[in-house]
């Protein structure tokens, strides 16, 4: 198995802080547990020194994971290297041969263009998120991917938190009542748009970087259909920072259910979180029903840890957490499930007798979908995120007036 991760940032290998990242640990999970002969993974950034940072965390993570290479071969390559300093991913489709599939991890702007490039080298494809920007790129992709029967999924992993699967089970049983809103409230360190993406923040903002994840959650639960939206942001701190995007944004998505009953979901989201906040992301949502509500803090997980060196840190040990096992690192958590469950798929896919079966002749990703069994959001889901955060995206631009949402 081959695989290409485009973007070697912060959420591939933990550059800039002091993890391994989401993506290579989950890779790394994956192969613990399936023990593939040969694993390939090759990793394409696009500046030579930032290449050579990644590296050394890869190489480390790999070393603590204590997986016993006498057995598998587990080989990875970085791009640009020193022989070719100006290669980007675009050479590695055109030239490498047999690769199984892509992970696409690059900034927000950035996902149209290189998703649809791993299309056309038929890739199998799993996006972070925000799927894309704007909707007609959306049906592009969606449209490109079913024509080549290509397996495409946006790594929306909130889907796979606890905490959100039993918001899912109690809506679903209707012990709740019928919905009437959903609050939610979510942010992140300023480390965040200061510097860890100081490059790209004023290309993005904090509603499509971040707020986009309740989006698809409140789909994922209701399966219900976005209406309308009213989006409000200020620009202060990070404007006097010289990043022009906003601080904080605000918004109102009406919502309609397959029975026409009408809710609103509010979201409040920033990314000026005091540095000293006791997590990198703080996170709630409060669903209320006809017949009761249910809450869940998803910052304060039971877990405080105060040392004399350092403030009080609330971890979050459900997301992607290294543990140590004995002399081993392992990773765990809904972050690595999300994509372990995308390689598991590739790998299926792959399989002989699946490309014989009724399955793969039908060609539609749905039937993908039903024979594995998977909760992950499919390009077909993640357009409905994107139809709503390009609607808030023109609320903003029109002094925070009602946009009806274009699916
Ligand atoms: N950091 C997280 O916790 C997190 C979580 C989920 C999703 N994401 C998403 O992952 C994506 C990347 O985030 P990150 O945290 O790794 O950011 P980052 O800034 O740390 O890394 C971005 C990487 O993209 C690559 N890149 C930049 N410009 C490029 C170009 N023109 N062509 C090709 N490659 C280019 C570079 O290799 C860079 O390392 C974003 O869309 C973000 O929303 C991040």
């Known amino acids: 198995m081959k695989i290409l991760v485009i973007g070697v940032g912060m959420y591939v290998t933990g550059r800039g802080t002091n993890t391994f990242g989401t993506i290579f640990p989950s890779i790394i999970e994956f192969q613990r547990i399936n023990k593939i002969k040969k694993l390939e993974v090759i990793f394409a950034g696009h500046n030579f020194s930032n290449i050579q ?12 994971s204590k997986i016993d290479f006498s057995k598998i071969n587990f080989k990875v390559s970085f791009y640009p290297n020193k022989k070719n300093k100006k290669q980007t991913y675009k ?26 490039e791993c299309l056309d080298h038929d890739l199998h494809t799993l996006a972070v998120k925000p799927f894309t920007i704007k909707t007609s790129d959306a049906r592009k992709l969606i449209e490109k991917k079913n024509k080549k029967k290509i397996f495409g999924l946006v790594e929306f992993h909130k889907r796979f938190d606890k ?29 965040v748009p200061e510097e860890l993406f100081r490059s790209w923040a004023y290309k993005t903002n904090i509603f499509q970087y971040l707020g986009v994840h309740y989006v698809d959650l409140v789909y994922f639960v209701t399966r219900a259909t976005p209406v309308r939206i009213l989006a409000i942001g200020q620009k202060n701190w990070l404007r006097k920072k010289g990043i022009n995007t906003y601080d904080s944004i605000q ?27 006791t997590a990198m992301s703080t996170q709630k949502i409060k669903f209320l029903g006809t017949k009761g509500n249910f809450e869940s803090d998803q910052k304060a ?22 543990f140590q096992e004995g ?17 598991s798929g590739v790998r299926k896919i792959k399989n002989k007798d699946f490309i014989k079966s009724n399955y793969y002749n039908k060609s539609k990703e749905d039937e993908f979908f039903k024979y594995f069994n998977f909760s992950s959001t499919s390009f077909e889901e993640a357009a409905i995120s994107t139809a709503v ?19």
């Open 251 to 277: 918004c109102i998505i009406e919502w309609k259910t397959k029975s026409n009953i009408k809710f609103t979901q509010t979201l409040s989201v920033n990314w000026i979180d005091p540095n000293n906040s």
């Open 163 to 191: 905490h959100n699967l039993l918001l899912k089970n109690n809506y679903d049983s209707k012990r709740l009542g019928a919905p009437l809103s959903f609050n939610v409230e979510y942010s992140q360190k300023k480390i």
């Open 53 to 64: 940072k990644s590296k050394k965390k890869v190489l480390k993570a790999l070393k603590i």
């Open 327 to 343: 002399n081993r690192t392992e990773w765990r958590g809904y972050g690595i499930q999300a994509i372990t469950q995308f390689l």
């Open 389 to 407: 955060l390009e609607a808030a995206n023109k609320s903003l631009k029109n002094n925070s007036n009602w946009q009806k949402i274009n699916l």
């Open 301 to 322: 997980r039971g877990i405080k840890i105060v040392s004399d060196d350092t403030h009080v840190e609330e971890p979050n040990p459900d997301f992607n957490m290294a």
């Open 91 to 116: 050479d590695i489709l055109k030239n490498e041969k047999n690769l199984s599939c892509a992970i696409v991890a690059v900034p927000d702007h950035l996902h149209y263009q290189v998703i649809n």
